[in-house]
């Protein structure tokens, strides 16, 4: 996190402290439109910063039998969430993604995930 991310950060939300009182009443000195922009300068410095904790991120998982696994694994429960839901186009195809996943997953390491109950 940089320190310039935080000092935005802390200064915005001290102008939105100033804006509400402890009553939760506008405070005089800090208008409606200047307590908008604080917000939004909040946003933006939230969204540096998870911008640059991105980009610390290696590009590429390491390519290893634990991870190709654990990758599967989620795939595989998230596609699980949606079978038989209907009420959503996911749902429609959702068993097919279960299949394709677990037959590389077979493949690969000679066993399907289980039924997880």
Same mark, same amino acid.
């Given at each position: ?8 950060? /802390?200064?915005? +939300? ?8 402890? $009553? ?13 922009? $604080? ?5 933006? @410095? =939230? ?6 904790? +991105?980009?610390? +991120? ?7 039998? @634990? /991870? ?5 694994? @989620?795939?595989?429960? *998230?596609?699980? +969430? ?10 429609? =195809?959702? $068993? *097919? *993604?279960?299949?394709? *996943? ?16």
């Amino acid at each position: 996190m940089s320190k310039q991310a935080i000092e935005v950060i /802390n200064q915005q +939300l001290g102008m939105l402290e100033a804006f509400v009182s402890e $009553a939760g009443q506008p405070a005089g000195d800090v208008s409606p439109a200047m307590a908008r922009r $604080a917000i939004s300068m909040v946003g933006e @410095a =939230i969204i540096d910063l998870e911008i640059e904790t +991105l980009r610390q +991120l290696p590009a590429v998982v390491p390519f290893t039998p @634990a /991870n190709v696994r654990a990758y599967l694994d @989620a795939t595989i429960r *998230y596609w699980r +969430l949606w079978v038989g839901d209907a009420t959503d186009q996911r749902g429609e =195809i959702a $068993a *097919y *993604y279960v299949d394709a *996943y677990q037959s590389v997953r077979i493949s690969l390491f000679g066993e399907t995930l289980p039924e997880e109950r």
